[in-house]
């Protein structure tokens, strides 16, 4: 199983893969994120500004990944993607980088790979990642931030310095507009 992009979505994709057992490569062009994916269970990993990473992959497994889940927002990851799946092999799609996606068609069906989109699972798949979660199998890695942060948050995000996930804490802001709103109240007339 190959996922490529390792941050937010990437990091509990590598977990999610390392619990159902198969061979996990992570492949990002961040070498923290793929230091962290090496901490979390990835097998092999793959900086795809260093090295081509279908090469490596192929080279490393006999062929490709039976499996390979794109969670950057990059065209070049998804061509990547494409690179890295194996004949008869499943490439999904998940990061939404803008513009159009041209598929490498001869590779596609030359290797009868599948080439699928994902927004959302089951229910049954949210069953299973939530059964993961209770076994200690999985762990979302979380930097809580202030709301007033925001900005600053979004700064870093743009620039790919975010490594897993942020959580913002409104509970301090919540405060402060609570206390605003009372200050700022303007009596209704009914």
């Known amino acids: 199983m190959a996922i490529s992009g390792c941050g937010g979505v990437g990091h509990l994709a590598v977990q999610y893969a390392k619990a159902m057992g198969p061979l996990v490569c992570a492949v990002d062009i961040d070498d923290a994120k793929l230091d962290h994916a090496k901490r979390l269970g990835a097998d092999l990993v793959f900086n795809a500004k260093k ?15 039976h499996g390979v889940l794109i969670t950057a927002p990059s065209l070049i990851a998804f061509k990547q993607g494409i690179g890295m ?7 999904v ?14 590779d596609v069906v030359a290797n009868c790979i599948t080439v699928r989109g994902s927004f959302v699972g089951t229910r049954s798949d949210m069953a299973e990642a939530l059964d993961f979660a209770a076994r200690n199998k999985v762990k979302a890695d979380i930097e809580l931030q202030p709301l007033a942060d925001i900005n600053d948050i979004f700064k870093r995000l743009h620039h790919g310095d975010v490594p897993s996930r942020v959580v913002l804490d409104f509970s301090s802001a919540a405060k402060r507009s609570s206390s605003k709103v009372v200050e700022d109240a303007v009596p209704v007339l009914r």
């Open 51 to 65: 090295t081509d990473p279908a090469a490596a992959l192929k080279k490393e497994t006999g062929g490709g990944a």
């Open 93 to 106: 799609l998940v990061g939404l980088p803008p513009g159009e996606f041209p598929v490498p068609l001869f």
């Open 85 to 91: 799946t194996r004949k008869r092999g499943i490439c």
